[in-house]
């Protein structure tokens, strides 16, 4: 208890301890090792810690130097010390006063120990002299047969190999008819020497000859059985090490070796010719994962069974290598051949496990012909099998891809066929559609990279290897598979604008307007989510140059451009189709009194909204200009905006065509420019507003080419009027409206026979009630 409580007070108080002890090694003059430092001893009396201290000298020295103060300041810290250095002393005699009785108690113990242990050394010490006693009087009593006894001993060994020797031909027989050659050949090797030794004895000469005659026999039955080859790759192996032992030539062995074992890696060979060739039969048809373990348990095993015998036979003859790696070469080359027509045979993109399997176990099963035939290239070749049938499953995947992207767009077409999905029907099916289409194709990359994946997981061996990984995920998977998807959605889709004819091409206009929004979403965030996403699943390191970003968002927002542009151009032909038409077929000389506006122009006006309406489907509306209060109202003169009606009537003569003509042309130079086929931007008022253009420069063109009446000019301003009323709405600037249509009037009237002017206020009662 005693004990305990002390190395509880020691372990708690550890910091105090190593502060008492510090002291008391200063008061005693000692220092870490317990030892009283080396050097010199102080002489002065003063000095309270030196040996020659005196006290009287010291407190006279005090009251000299020190006030009173002083004096009580001194004398309270000495009792300080005082009481400080004894309570330390009863501390350390308190501990060790314990470790003293703990001390004592162990060296009692030791004390009954020690008495125990010199009783039984003295019972050893006993027995040892008795030991040596009873061995001398075996020694002395042995010593006169020992010489004896060694001799006879080594005439006995003698007899026993003069014994084997004279039997050696009745065990060579024994051997050679029970076909234990190994066992014969063995025994031969152990008496041969002895008996070239001592062959001039007549004796040992007869066992000789007569061991030659049996051995030369053996001989011929070993390389009959070679010759034969229906033994297993085993049998083989032992007869030709035991020729090998027999001194027989190891070049023609090896020739003979080779070309047994190359006729049992043909036949492996043809077994696999069989069975691809049995593929397209259902009933033998097997999977390429069975096809690759029965080529590997068999050839490959085979291979390895014939390297691994072949270098244990012949591994001291040099000169026999170039021929194990040219027979290797030869035979791996016919076994990667046939792996290749299997793995074409594999034309499905569904499930990819059965051929990351297979192609796995085909790579792990050459790494051992690795390591058994140092610097042979068959692995490096069957690791460029791996890599192309792995970079030929993605050119298949792209493939699929780009069928599914072509028949997604077929549903497309179909679905935008149906009456159900005009826009007076379904508003929203082009959204939908343009969502449904998206969503599929994206859904299907992520499928495709799933799939793909399966060749960089990380239980397959091949995955992980520089040679495989980087390349397959960078040009494979990035550049073979996704940037070259994106770039045919971009450059299928333009393909869509070389269609165009007199009535804007096969493509119905719709689809063109749902792709160019297609290309748009890719360009502003499609292809950098797929390329991140690749990116990340892939772990794609940019090692080799790979396409930008940056150049793909440029090419998508390129066939978005030319789709819309075309998009435009198609709607524009269309209506424009329509005005020529209406232009072309009328007799505008001996027409009668306009009473209606015609119905083409209402058409016009019912086919323009309906686009407007489509394409705000899938576009924002745009910026307009302002337009002004009275922009439906407005009216048209036979002449430009800029002269007036009354004037047009008093100076409008057959002898003033050339004042006309003039006027107007200097008008034009005042008017801005209308590009009528310049691109557009993406939003409806932009897309709109090149449609009407289209159309109107066409009316306008189609206007310059006819002869009218009066009633024909005044038909003219009637259509006018009324595609004024609602065209204005659907542009950008109201005003290109009022050019193109003030000069469809002006053209009117000045290729009129007889130009009177329809009055307003019944053009507006004739466009209103119509």
């Avoid at 400080?84 to 005699?93: A, E, G, R």
């Avoid at 373990?293 to 014939?306: Q, T």
């Avoid at 119905?599 to 489907?617: F, H, P």
């Avoid at 002449?639 to 008008?667: C, E, F, G, K, V």
Wanted: net charge negative.
């Amino acid at each position: 208890m005693m004990d305990g409580e002390a190395e509880g007070s020691v372990s708690a108080d550890s910091g105090r301890k190593r502060r008492v002890h510090g002291m008391l090694k200063l008061y005693y003059g000692l220092n870490e090792e317990g030892k009283a430092p080396e050097q010199p001893e102080s002489l002065d009396p003063c000095d309270i810690n030196g040996p020659h201290f005196d006290p009287e000298l010291y407190l006279n020295k005090l009251r000299r130097e020190c006030s009173l103060a002083e004096l009580m300041d001194q004398e309270t810290c000495m009792v300080k010390q005082i009481r400080s250095l004894d309570s330390d002393m009863q501390t350390l005699v308190y501990e060790n006063y314990n470790k003293f009785i703990s001390a004592t108690d162990t060296i009692r113990k030791m004390k009954n120990d020690f008495k125990k242990m010199e009783d039984e050394m003295d019972c050893l010490s006993t027995n040892m002299a008795a030991i040596t006693e009873f061995s001398a009087r075996i020694s002395g009593t042995l010593q006169d047969q020992h010489v004896q006894i060694t001799k006879l001993s080594g005439v006995h060994t003698l007899l026993r190999k003069l014994q084997f020797l004279f039997e050696l031909p009745a065990r060579l027989n024994k051997c050679l008819e029970l076909q234990a050659y190994a066992q014969a050949v063995s025994s031969h090797r152990r008496a041969r020497c002895v008996l070239q030794q001592y062959s001039h004895l007549p004796s040992f000469k007869g066992i000789q000859d007569d061991c030659h005659a049996i051995m030369d026999k053996l001989a011929q039955e070993l390389r009959q059985k070679f010759r034969d080859g229906g033994s297993s790759a085993k049998d083989l192996s032992e007869c030709v090490e035991l020729l090998l032992q027999l001194d027989e030539p190891a070049e023609e062995l090896c020739d003979k070796f080779l070309s047994h074992a190359r006729s049992r890696l043909e036949s492996d060979l043809q077994g696999l010719e069989a069975e691809i060739s049995a593929l397209p039969s259902p009933s033998s048809k097997t999977d390429i994962l069975e096809f690759i373990d029965r080529g590997c348990n068999e050839f490959v095993s085979s291979l390895c069974l014939v390297i691994t015998s072949y270098q244990e036979l012949f591994i001291n003859h040099a000169q026999t290598g170039e021929l194990l790696h040219t027979f290797v070469d030869d035979l791996a080359t016919r076994y990667f051949s046939l792996v290749e027509r299997r793995i074409q045979e594999e034309k499905g993109v569904g499930d990819n496990s059965l051929l990351v399997r297979a192609l796995d176990r085909f790579h792990r099963r050459l790494q051992a012909v690795a390591k058994l035939l140092p610097g042979s290239a068959v692995p490096n070749q069957g690791t460029e099998i791996v890599i192309r049938a792995a970079m030929e499953r993605v050119k298949q995947y792209l493939t699929a891809l780009q069928s599914f992207y072509m028949d997604s767009l077929t549903d497309v077409r179909q679905a935008l066929a149906t009456p159900r999905l005009s826009v007076a029907n379904a508003p929203n099916s082009l959204p939908e559609l343009l969502s449904s289409l998206s969503a599929s194709i994206l859904n299907q990359i992520k499928s495709v990279l799933a799939s793909v994946h399966l060749f960089t997981a990380k239980d397959i061996t091949f995955s992980n290897k520089p040679y495989f990984k980087g390349e397959f995920c960078s040009q494979g998977v990035r550049e073979s598979l996704v940037v070259s998807f994106i770039k045919f959605v971009c450059q299928s889709s333009r393909q869509f604008c070389e269609s165009a004819g007199d009535k804007g091409g096969s493509t119905p206009p719709a689809l063109l307007l749902l792709l160019s929004r297609l290309c748009l979403d890719y360009e502003t965030s499609t292809i950098s989510y797929i390329l991140t996403l690749t990116d990340e699943q892939f772990l794609v390191q940019h090692h080799s140059p790979v396409t930008p970003v940056t150049t793909l968002c440029a090419e998508a927002r390129e066939a978005a451009q030319k789709l819309l542009n075309h998009y435009v151009k198609v709607q524009g032909l269309i209506i424009s189709q329509m005005l020529r038409k209406s232009v072309e077929t009328r007799d505008w000389v001996n027409t009668i009194e306009p009473r209606n506006v015609r119905a083409v122009m209402k058409r016009v006006v019912e086919d323009t909204t309906s686009i407007d309406v489509q394409v705000g489907l899938l576009y924002e509306e745009g910026v307009r200009k302002a337009h002004s209060s009275d922009s439906s109202k407005r009216t048209f003169s036979v002449y430009s905006s800029s002269r007036q009606q009354a004037r047009y009537a008093a100076s409008y003569t057959p002898s003033a065509p050339m004042d006309t003509n003039l006027l107007s042309n200097i008008h034009k130079l005042f008017s801005e420019r209308i590009d009528i086929f310049s691109s557009v931007e993406f939003n409806k008022v932009s897309v709109m507003t090149g449609i009407i253009k289209i159309s109107l420069k066409t009316f306008l063109e189609c206007v310059r080419l006819r002869t009218f009446g009066r009633y024909g000019l005044q038909q003219i301003q009637v259509d006018c009027h009324y595609l004024q009323m609602y065209l204005w709405r659907f542009v950008s600037d109201e005003n290109l409206v009022h050019f193109l249509l003030d000069e469809i009037v002006g053209s009117s009237a000045h290729r009129c026979l007889d130009p009177a002017p329809m009055e307003q206020s019944v053009i507006e009662v004739i466009c209103e009630r119509g």
